[in-house]
């Protein structure tokens, strides 16, 4: 059964670059119609998309972050990146990895990883 | 603020059927399908629903969905316990070049 996990520093200091690693395991990031997503969710309150890559590198980011966030794939290690650039404290969050179904018109997520606090604070 | 607008909380008793409402625009919920997750306190969301009201392998039935126009609803019957959770609308939106949006989420109280 597919299982990815979130893995990166859980503090980071305002204005430097968050960076995780979604390890996807029990299937491969390279299956056709799935992309691999990114969304968080700030302490009490609700889901914000951040981007999704496919296995050869086409990308999709949420308009409000595209300036700051940067979405890689790595196929031969099943993983794939986050880094998100500048950050303040309104980017603490719960981050978490999904594979992501995505055709014409249907998208959805589906399983999630367990999701990662990241902190940002001085 | 989101772009898909949920109510914030919604109620219920054991044995009830309780619906949760999501509302779009023609760009998202009116041009793609729609799905919903359960998040239960302290873990990941869930698919519940995706395809406006497919129901992934393992999902009750008593979980349905349904969408009309620019909005979709959640439905639980036979309310339990365990249904406490709070609910999440998503879909993609195709303005600025195409994205995600979700609802900002509805929290379940089983009384």
């Known amino acids: 059964q597919l299982q990815l996990q979130e893995s990166g520093p859980g503090l980071v200091k305002p204005s430097e670059t968050l960076s995780l690693t979604c390890t996807v395991s029990?299937?491969?990031?390279?299956?056709?119609?799935?992309?691999w997503g990114w969304i968080r969710q700030p302490p009490g309150k609700g889901l914000e998309w951040i981007g999704s890559i496919y296995y050869s590198g086409s990308t999709y980011y949420n308009p409000s972050l595209k300036s700051r966030v940067t979405i890689s794939v790595d196929t031969s290690k099943n993983q794939f990146s986050l880094k998100l650039s500048s950050v303040t404290a309104a980017d603490t969050a719960v981050y978490y990895c999904?594979?992501?179904?995505?055709?014409?018109?249907?998208?959805?997520?589906?399983?999630w990883g367990q999701g990662t606090l990241v902190t940002v604070s001085s | 603020q989101s772009v898909l607008t949920q109510p914030p909380s919604a109620s219920g008793t054991p044995g009830q059927r309780v619906t949760i409402s999501c509302s779009g625009s023609s760009s998202n919920i009116g041009s793609n399908t729609v799905n919903w997750y359960q998040q239960l306190p302290g873990t990941a969301p869930k698919l519940l629903i995706y395809?406006?009201?497919q129901r992934p392998s393992g999902v009750p039935d008593r979980f349905s969905g349904s969408k009309s126009g620019t909005s979709a609803s959640l439905a639980i019957s036979g309310l339990q316990s365990e249904d406490e959770a709070d609910y999440y609308c998503a879909a993609w939106d195709d303005s600025l070049n195409g994205h995600v949006v979700f609802g900002g989420g509805t929290k379940l109280t089983v009384l």
């Open positions: 029990g299937g491969s990031i390279s299956s056709s119609s799935y992309y």
């Open positions: 395809s406006n009201n």
């Open positions: 999904a594979r992501h179904y995505f055709t014409i018109r249907d998208t959805w997520f589906d399983p």
